[in-house]
């Protein structure tokens, strides 16, 4: 394309910007009351000794056949198979909303 360095980062960075106001908003949501999230707080501490923790996150590749031709470039790994790249949130859930 032909584009600087700068000019790319500025595009990621205001790109990122609107998704996060966005999109963000619509699907990231945790409500939680102060009794809610001092239970949460309470059982992460009880089975991790980390304190102050209501959740966490974290990512997984899953194994999958190879998929067609044109497509294998988006799903071979760094580990050197096909998978889909998958985040995994785990958290006590009080609300869920779509």
């Known amino acids: 394309l032909g584009l600087s360095q700068p000019i790319v980062s500025t595009i990621l960075s205001e ?8 999109l963000c908003p619509q699907w990231i949501k945790l409500e939680m009351t102060d009794d809610e999230r001092n239970e949460a707080k ?19 590749h899953i194994k999958i056949l190879a998929p067609n031709k044109e497509d294998q470039h988006l799903y071979y790994n760094r580990k050197g198979f096909f998978s889909l790249n998958a985040m995994i949130v785990r958290m006590l859930i009080f609300n869920c909303i779509l």
């Open 42 to 60: 309470l059982q992460f501490f009880e089975k991790t000794d980390f304190p102050g923790v209501i959740g966490c996150v974290d990512g997984t």
């Open 15 to 22: 790109t990122l910007d609107a998704i996060e106001m966005t």
